[in-house]
């Protein structure tokens, strides 16, 4: 947990651009159970060149241009499509819904924001992060879940993409 610590320290003071090569390869997402709503809410920390390089190589478009003046039109609609392939929760076998809420996006990081709809907190679920996976071998995503005061962690890699996981033990 202290390496994961020591590794978003770095992540929150490191400037990158598509045009500088970065040597950490990571994501950062929080996921929050809204009881109210049966939602799980994500929001996730993704580099803007890694994303770039992402997209690129699903679409084949190369001038995505995001945070500038000359964002490609639609942008979000292509990295909700990308995320709804490469993040997913699924439930008694059915992929859960995903809707996107939007996105903020500066030189550094696109953070983005979705939801999972109709979610069961107490129900186990299979849990997928698999994103960039495709461009770099050693890309680590984190996902940190909150449930109330409740909380867990881990990562998903190459090697280990998907889990089993169950949030509210009753």
């Not at 500038?68 to 039109?73: E, G, R």
């Not at 909380?151 to 889990?163: G, I």
Request: hydrophobic share 40%; aromatic share 12%; charged share 25%.
């Amino acid at each position: 947990m202290r390496i994961i610590l020591v590794i978003l320290i770095a992540l929150s003071s490191v400037s990158v651009r598509a045009e500088s090569d970065h040597p950490i390869h990571i994501s950062v997402a929080e996921w929050r159970y809204n009881a109210e709503r049966n939602t799980l809410e994500c929001a996730i920390k993704l580099f803007t060149d890694d994303l770039e390089l992402a997209l690129t190589t699903r679409n084949g478009e190369s001038s995505w241009n995001l945070a500038t003046d000359d964002q490609i039109p639609n942008a979000d609609r292509y990295i909700y499509d990308y995320l709804s392939k490469t993040v997913r929760v699924s439930q008694d076998n059915t992929q859960l819904t995903m809707k996107w809420v939007g996105a903020e996006y500066n030189m550094d990081a696109v953070w983005c924001y979705f939801e999972i709809l109709e979610f069961n907190a107490s129900t186990q679920f299979e849990f997928t992060n698999s994103a960039f996976l495709e461009v770099y071998p050693d890309q680590s995503n984190v996902n940190h879940f909150y449930v109330g005061e409740e909380s867990s962690s881990f990562v998903t890699n190459k090697d280990d993409r998907e889990k089993i996981i169950k949030l509210i033990n009753e």
